[in-house]
C-alpha cells in the first residue's frame, strides 16, 4: 500500500505549525515536517503517538488528529 498522498498530506499539514510535532514509531522520533522522514517510517497498520509542543499545539494536534484520520492511520496525540 502506497502512503504518498499520506505523507503529503501530512507534512503540509505539520508545516502550517510553528510546534514541534514529532511522530514516535517504536523507537523511533520522526519530525512530521520531513516528507523524507515519513517516507521511511509511516506504514499503515501501526498505532502511533504524536507529540506535540509549541505556541499553536492545541490547533496543531486538533489538524494532525484530523488528517491522519482521514487516512485511516491510528494515531494517539500525547501533549504534556
Request: no cysteine; glycine share 4%.
Given at each position: ?53 509549541g505556541p499553536d499545539a492545541t490547533e496543531a494536534a486538533t489538524a494532525m488528529a484530523e488528517v491522519f484520520s482521514k487516512h485511516n492511520l ?7
Amino acid at each position: 500500500m502506497s502512503n504518498n498522498a499520506a505523507i503529503v498530506d501530512i507534512s503540509q499539514t505539520a508545516n502550517k505549525f510553528r510546534s514541534s510535532i514529532v511522530l514516535q514509531a517504536e523507537n523511533k522520533y520522526i519530525d512530521v515536517k520531513s516528507i523524507l522522514g515519513l517516507f521511511t517510517t509511516l506504514v499503515g497498520g501501526h498505532s502511533y503517538e504524536l507529540h506535540v509542543h509549541g505556541p499553536d499545539a492545541t490547533e496543531a494536534a486538533t489538524a494532525m488528529a484530523e488528517v491522519f484520520s482521514k487516512h485511516n492511520l491510528d494515531i494517539k496525540i500525547v501533549s504534556e
